[in-house]
């Protein structure tokens, strides 16, 4: 089993950063990929970024390309979110997510495992 502890969350004004991480703990050695991805109030989960654990390759959505940064520290099995120029449509609750198997990372349905999800607050 593998454990995901995300931390980071927070109210923030329009344009102000926030740094979203992500502990995974158990059985990470076959991880392929960890993302991020979000869920507003009635709409659906949608992927925001990911990166892949050995390449280090990295993926947006396009809504965030310039403004998020997604890393990890392998070390510390860690991941993190940089997000900048925050915007009001970024609020959402931010859930990390590891997919073991190779492939595409930005589907919802390839993730194996989940965390409880960390709330982001954007004031406009």
């Known amino acids: 089993q593998v454990q995901l502890v995300e931390s980071g969350g927070g109210l923030v004004q329009a344009g102000g950063s926030l740094r979203l991480s992500c502990a995974a703990s158990?059985?990470?050695?076959?991880?392929?990929?960890m993302g991020w991805f979000r869920q507003a109030p009635g709409k659906e989960r949608e992927f925001v970024a990911a990166?892949?654990?050995?390449?280090?390759?990295?993926y947006y959505t396009d809504s965030v390309k310039g403004r998020f940064t997604i890393s990890r520290d392998n070390a510390k099995n860690t991941v993190h979110l940089q997000m900048n120029s925050l915007k009001a449509e970024d609020t959402a609750v931010y859930y990390c997510?590891?997919?073991?198997?190779?492939?595409?990372?930005?589907?919802?349905?390839?993730?194996?495992?989940w965390g409880q999800g960390t709330q982001v607050t954007v004031s406009s």
């Open positions: 997510a590891i997919k073991r198997g190779s492939g595409r990372v930005a589907s919802v349905r390839e993730y194996d495992y």
């Open positions: 158990g059985r990470t050695f076959s991880t392929y990929a």
């Open positions: 990166i892949t654990w050995s390449g280090g390759n990295t």
